[in-house]
DNA sequence: GGACACATGTAACGGGTTACATGATTTC
DNA sequence: GAAATCATGTAACCCGTTACATGTGTCC
């Protein structure tokens, strides 16, 4: 049987707070985890076997009429594992992006299609600031389930939410341009690219001047 | 045979350019698709077989000494394939980031080993700025393979570049944060996140009135 | 008592990665 | 002529998704 993924750890890191029904597991991951960690509810139920094989995790099981349940609690070897976990390299992020794709190849688009490739990033700015808004005033009125963890979520929250502002940014600038294509000039197109190029450069020749 | 993914129209998205060796196509989809479509190269030799027995593409085969290579070419089945393609609904931006995973149960990390977790994002943003500052001077000294590329070339340049300047900020930020971790207090940190909820309603409200 | 959300799974499939193998070309 | 790099793959495995199935509680 295979080693633990970063999955298995996701999970591993919630039995460490305290015991779960799958159910409960698959929440919290979606809840909390959705925007940098994505996986399908499902995969809860055959990753907490994967847990108990691997000796991390134990389950009790018990009944509610003829349906079953299982409450999953973590061992003393799945401390001991979440701990190597942390001590190991980690994977730099990693983007998915189909609606960039379509723009590599705009070429075989029209600037309609090409404005709704870009509208996905979009969409997802509103998913993850929706989310964040709830997040931001259950710590701020007091209401949150661990109000310690308050650092912790900052540190999260401070990345998701400009990652969403970025998109957004992103979004409305590039939308704004395409939607001038088809009654610009050619040069002026280019000049727009090369506008960023040159900022970009500037940018990182300040930085390595320091 | 399963319908054809992103993978396979980010390939025959090149084919619609010009035709290619299999080796062509990889070294293409390293240098401009990796850091948002990002795929081994091993798997490009899989898939242009499933394009050609789905009829999008098609290859001849020639030998240099024993050893076989591909020249693989779009039909005019695949041309309609990839506009089909973009008329489709798109996927959200998708973002993995286990150095995230590893800050949410940063309550079983040490602060070392959360640095070294926030550090894997500056490790990207390094080398999606490397790797742009080249593709930035190629187009504005003329050197570009392909000038006429620039428009869309500058919107996926703009948001991978401020995606990279996002990270990098973030990465500096939260590593100061939490060095100052071992010797500040529970009170103070909670302040440090309760200001970044802060900020990120009052942007919110902001945005919903205007 | 029908509809619907809540809750708990299983089966099958496949895209993607890892690891390995090996031929051709260039460099020193 | 050895080593390194460029080039072309194959085999095996598995994580993750899709699709499906079904029991339980609640609301009207």
Same sequence: chains 1, 2.
Avoid: C
């Avoid at 190597?84 to 029209?110: C, H, I, Y």
């Avoid at 996905?120 to 310690?148: F, M």
């Avoid at 990652?163 to 000039?185: D, G, K």
């Amino acid at each position: 049987m295979a080693a633990l993924t970063t999955t298995s750890y996701a999970i591993l890191g919630w039995l460490s707070v305290r015991p779960w029904t799958t159910y409960e597991l698959a929440q919290q991951l979606r809840r909390n985890l959705r925007f940098f960690w994505p996986r399908v509810e499902s995969r809860i139920y055959q990753e907490t076997k994967h847990l108990v094989t691997e000796g991390v995790a134990k389950g009790e099981r018990s009944y509610v009429g003829r349906r079953g349940h299982t409450i999953y609690s973590i061992t003393p070897k799945g401390r001991r594992a979440l701990a190597v976990w942390m001590r190991q390299q980690n994977d730099r992020p990693l983007l998915e992006f189909e609606g960039l794709v379509k723009v590599f190849f705009g070429a075989s688009a029209t600037p309609e299609q090409l404005l709704a490739a870009i509208q996905s990033a979009k969409v997802l700015a509103d998913e993850i600031q929706a989310a964040g808004v709830i997040v931001a005033r259950e710590y701020l009125e007091g209401r949150s389930a661990w109000p310690d963890r308050a650092p912790l979520s900052g540190l999260i929250f401070d990345f998701l939410w400009n990652h969403a502002e970025n998109l957004r940014r992103w979004a409305e600038s590039s939308q704004q341009e395409v939607a001038t294509w088809p009654t610009s000039s050619a040069d002026k197109k280019t000049e727009r690219a090369f506008q960023v190029f040159r900022t970009a450069i500037e940018q990182d020749e300040k930085r390595s001047r320091g």
